[in-house]
């Protein structure tokens, strides 16, 4: 994409009512959303679930199509990305739906505690090298920033191509105490499940066309 077409894009961002580009001063400051998202800007009490390192939103805007009593919120830094997202959320008129351009590991600076009731992860850079581990969005490190804004029984689910990752991912619910609640190495080869095979990204597609199988996983956070 051209340094042209990205300016546009982010000028197109800053006109979205759902869209929040959220510094880290401001983040250190005290975002105003922060613990109030449903009566500041939802303007309901319905549940809250977010998709990190959204991309375009695929997941957010569909899941948003899907379950209209719930709260949608896809969080990446790339604000090209996002605009796909914003424009599909328009295009459906969703009132389900904001998006956030910031880090992840600012997450707890972002939601309050106890406001988010489910965690969407979907296709992430799997962090391959040993000294990126805890860069993997379901590291210990990044689990212990979900345990300070998930309500409790809340769960997390990941969906990848990657095999590393994913195993990755299980040895940390096993060695941690976490509850598995869904586990397959073959989304499409397993039995229906419209939620995970309806809904598509970008590199899903991508990964399907060159025959990978796509993995997927719930779970649920142990007791603290």
Request: net charge positive; hydrophobic share 35%.
């Amino acid at each position: 994409m051209s340094k042209k077409n990205k300016l546009q894009r982010f000028a197109e961002n800053e006109t979205f009512a759902n869209m929040f580009q959220v510094g880290y001063n401001e983040l250190m400051e005290g975002f105003d959303n922060r613990g109030n998202w449903n009566k500041k800007f939802f303007k309901n009490n319905n549940d809250i679930a977010l998709e990190l390192g959204c991309g375009k939103g695929e997941y957010t805007v569909g899941l948003a199509s899907m379950f209209k009593d719930r709260n949608f919120v896809g969080i990446d830094i790339k604000g090209a990305r996002i605009w796909q997202g914003l424009r599909n959320a328009k295009n459906k008129n969703l009132k389900n739906v904001a998006f956030i351009r910031s880090r992840i590991n600012l997450i707890e600076y972002l939601f309050g505690p106890e406001e988010v009731s489910e965690i969407w992860i979907t296709f992430p850079d799997p962090r391959s090298r040993d000294s990126d581990k805890n860069r993997r969005l379901t590291s210990p490190k990044f689990i212990e920033r979900y345990y300070k804004i998930l309500k409790k029984g809340g769960v997390i689910n990941l969906k990848t191509d990657n095999i590393i990752f994913f195993e990755y991912t299980l040895d940390v619910i096993r060695e941690n105490g976490h509850k598995l609640l869904e586990c397959t190495y073959d989304v499409y080869g397993d039995k229906d499940n419209n939620v995970l095979q309806s809904i598509q990204t970008y590199y899903e597609k991508i990964w399907l066309k060159n025959g990978t199988k796509i993995k997927y996983l719930k779970f649920k956070l142990a007791d603290k």
